[in-house]
């Protein structure tokens, strides 16, 4: 944001998409003009969008007449999963013109991951079961060291970061299950190997592709991130 203009979102999870909604506040006492909000959403997704004022919409652009002092228009980006993608940030710039005639600019990153288009698959066990083998897209790997010591860490940051179900506890052995917007599956099993901090998972899901990308999310939720080292002064110590 900058003193003239305040930008802020919040992730909606749907059942069938992701709802962003964007909020561009007038902090201003003066009348903005030629209000131009431009996206560039992901490649891989199907977008949409619905707005409070209503805007001149043109593909991913999105123009306000005017914006009242201490006004705040809304912005609902509605997303579908379409296909994977390599990078799934959402772009986006938002220009104004001042009384004075100046036209002014800010830029908008919002980072997207697979989590925010995965959804909880409620099974039981047997159901669990009876999906394994006919899923056939499997990838099997470890993490060392991992950020979780315990079976319930694990199903608690499947349901927090993954978004997806914690199916049962079976000793060190976790299961669970979930499922993108798109209707495409994933099954995760995960054991904690304690005496060596490492966890290790298998993977099935219904496209390589979809394998792909949640052996990284699961890389990036369950890798425990390191500690710098400090100095007796307090200050990083960098190694070469």
Known sequence: QNSAVQVSFLKVWKDEELMVV?????NTLTTFTNVVTLFTPPSNLDVSYACDPVPDIRQNRLTLA????????????KMRFREHGASMNLLGRV?????????????????L?????????????????????????????????????TPTEFVNRCRSRLNIH??????????????????????VHGKILSSSSTLSFILRTSSKSFT????????????????PEMNSCGNDVKKK
């Open 66 to 77: 005017q914006l009242s002092p201490h006004a705040m228009a809304l912005q609902l980006v």
């Open 95 to 111: 220009s104004y013109t001042t009384d004075s005639g100046d036209t002014n600019a800010l830029d908008v990153n919002i980072s």
């Open 22 to 26: 964007i909020f561009i506040g007038n």
């Open 166 to 187: 914690p199916v049962e506890i079976i000793g060190a052995e976790c299961i669970a299950a979930g499922t993108l917007v798109n209707g495409e599956t994933c099954l």
């Open 212 to 227: 792909d990308d949640l052996q990284r999310l699961c890389q990036a939720t369950f890798k425990q991130e390191r500690t």
């Open 113 to 149: 991951t697979l989590a925010d288009f995965l959804r909880p698959l409620v099974i039981e066990t047997q159901g669990f079961g009876s999906m394994w083998p006919t899923y056939h897209n499997e990838r099997k790997f470890a993490i060392t060291p991992s950020a979780v010591s």
